[in-house]
């Protein structure tokens, strides 16, 4: 079946403009998680969505950063007014969460931001 | 909160022997332990993990790595590399009955010299 995707592979956007960032989870996963990888950094979480239940927002490093989820599918990463320390890999991740289990999270191929 | 440190950044080894990357982390709490694989071009992969009981976990393709709490460590080892071994490794921590959220090292870039 499909893995985890997103889009787009790459973006390059200028300094203070805003990017949406798109992840599309392996269908039936009910948790999902953005994370970041800067150059030369280990990933960084950032968000977790798990069902209904209201996201993690814990690792978001600014208030220019928001992400939203539909349902159990899709969610959209968005950062506003981009900086250049914004550039980073951005990889969304899905898994099958249950409270006090720890499932595997699947990752998509990230998405690559640069901010010129 | 929970951390990671690989110190290595970089580990270079000739085909055929063995290696060993270093994972310690920090926590306060109960902690799963992950290690993830990212071959050149490609996504990151889980390659194993530990969640309890035997503290010596494996993988299909012949890594093994060693849940040790006193020392607060889980090292990634393989008694013969390939050049297929080639790759990124990421290990990466979850506290017990938290989100599930995963606390990742920097990463240990493993090149395989023929």
């Known amino acids: 079946g499909a893995g985890v995707s997103q889009s787009p592979s790459n973006k390059v956007t200028e300094k203070g403009k805003d990017v949406e960032l798109r992840c599309d989870p392996i269908?039936?996963?009910?948790?999902l998680y953005w994370y970041r990888q800067r150059l030369g950094q280990g990933l960084e979480f950032l968000i977790y969505?798990?069902?209904?239940?209201?996201?993690?927002k814990s690792g978001l490093p600014s208030d220019r950063f928001s992400a939203e989820r539909t349902g159990e599918s899709v969610s959209t990463l968005t950062i506003q007014r981009t900086q250049q320390e914004d550039s980073a890999v951005y990889l969304c991740?899905?898994?099958?969460?249950?409270?006090?289990?720890?499932?595997?999270?699947?990752f998509g191929p990230g998405t690559r931001l640069t901010v010129t | 909160a929970q951390s990671v440190t690989q110190l290595d950044s970089q580990v270079p080894v000739f085909e055929e022997a063995p290696v060993e990357l270093r994972c310690n982390y920090s926590?306060?709490?109960?902690?799963?332990l992950f290690w993830y694989v990212q071959y050149p071009n490609q996504g990151l992969q889980l390659l194993l993990k530990y969640l309890s009981g035997s503290t010596l976990v494996e993988s299909i393709n012949g890594f093994e790595a060693e849940f040790n709490k006193s020392q607060t460590s889980f090292h990634l080892r393989k008694p013969s590399v390939h050049i297929s071994d080639t790759a990124e490794y990421f290990c990466a921590v979850s506290i017990h009955f938290g989100n599930e959220k995963l606390t990742f090292g920097t990463g240990t870039r493993l090149t395989i010299i023929p």
């Open positions: 991740a899905s898994s099958l969460a249950g409270r006090g289990l720890m499932y595997e999270q699947y």
């Open positions: 969505f798990q069902g209904n239940s209201a996201p993690d």
């Open positions: 269908s039936g996963h009910t948790a």
């Open positions: 926590s306060s709490v109960s902690v799963y």
